[in-house]
């Protein structure tokens, strides 16, 4: 980096929000992935939208890659600043700026935690639905369209954004979206930039839709002998009208994990996490019967359906630390974490076939059931290449199936580097329009470089 730019953006940022350390550096090399670190040149951290401006214009000026960061979380390499030069740290950028209770909205900074940002808002008896389960900030929600186990009742962040401010390829500062909950006026380029990654701008500021916390809910936990018994009961689930705030799938070999490394005792089979909100404990169980029905239908040898606050916090927190506790079962190994989502139709076709594509290899099957999709976390050595390449054929062959099943290459990991060369087959001529709206809102193409096309 040349120490020209260096100087010029201490001037900007001051020195204590510019670092070439390399262990800082390094901090911001790779993510939760296993895809080759790249060392920035430099790190910055912005405290507002006007310094991420104004290093904007400084990076597009002189030509210098420029790649977002919020915590690192994410799981295809989507911040790896792979042409190095600037990345940019937003956990400076970490302020709630308003609450609007009446509203239901909150206004933040995009490096806000999301799970920080629900601890505020329940003091109001509000919450941000979408919720990947790791430490994720908002704009690194935004940035990956990030969903999570509510999805299913909630949606994912796109159906929870409503306004956005962007700083441009070039500098420029942008507010797109409105905070109405419904417009016809226009294209709606708040939803362009959501899942765009980085590659269209920098998302600064955001105005978040919030829910009501339920008052009551009821969570339940049902087991059963063969996976097919398990999925078909997803679809059926849904295709009974009702409304599941959450439904997850769980293999056998992922609750052995679990078992081991939390100290737990559940069966070790094929198990479905569903859990359901309403006004009243009362109002839920004629819900709770029909679903009830609906598992006995399909062979369920077990099933807790009076799972308290305690224990359902205690699952959930189980479920979102699945990749953790798989990891800390095989030291020495790498993950390579496939996500695919297909229709509900198919779910039970796609982990069938995941079943099988897996066998032999290090690999646990699970996912948001809910709205269709499917993680696969296979455990190996990137090292061993004869061993690799057989773990790297059976992501293509998963992700192949699930395009041949009218699904898509990622529900909710994004693109990054790991599913460039699937957006072809996925999209086919659409791929040209993308890159053309890249190309005018990146025309030199510094804003997160190398990700999305190859």
Known sequence: MDEKIL?????????????????????????????????????VFPKNTDDVSRVVRLAYDNDIPITPWGVGTSLEGNPIPVQKGIC???????KVLAIRKEDFQVDVQVGVVYKELNKMLSRYGLFFPPDPGAAATIGGMIGNNASGIRTVRYGATKDCVMKIKVVLYNGDIIEVGSRARKSSSGYNLCALFIGSEGTLGIVTEATLK???????????????????????????????????????????????????????????????????????????????SFVEDICRENRCIFLDKGIGAAERTR?????????????????????????????????????????????????????????????????????????????????EDIVLKALELEGTCTGEHGVGIGKRHFLRIEHGEGLDMMKKIKDLFDPKGLLNPGKFFL
């Open 7 to 43: 100087k010029e953006l201490r001037l900007i940022l001051g020195n204590e929000g510019v670092s070439t350390g390399q262990s800082v550096r390094e901090l911001h090399s790779h993510d939760e992935s296993f895809h080759t670190p790249v060392l920035p040149d430099v790190v």
């Open 88 to 94: 940019m740290d937003f956990q400076g950028m970490d």
């Open 315 to 395: 699952l959930w927190e189980m479920r979102h630390l699945t990749l953790e506790s798989i990891k800390r079962s095989h030291p020495g190994l790498m993950p390579l974490i496939m996500d695919v989502a297909v229709p509900l139709s198919r779910y039970s076709d796609m982990v069938g076939y995941i079943k099988n594509a897996v066998k032999g290899l290090t690999a646990y099957v699970f996912g948001h059931a809910g709205d269709g999709n499917i993680h696969v976390i296979v455990m190996d050595d990137p090292k061993d290449r004869a061993r690799w390449s057989l773990v790297e054929k059976a992501n």
């Open 210 to 288: 919030l829910t009501g916390l339920p008052i009551g809910f009821m969570a339940l936990r049902a087991v059963f002998t063969e996976v097919i018994d398990a999925t078909d009961t997803v679809f059926q689930v849904m295709s009974s009208g009702l409304t599941p705030a959450a439904m997850e799938f769980l293999d056998g070999d992922v609750m052995a994990v679990l078992n081991k490394d939390r100290g737990l005792s559940l069966h070790e089979k094929p198990t479905l996490l569903m859990e359901f909100h309403g006004y009243s404990d009362e109002g839920l169980k004629p819900e709770l």
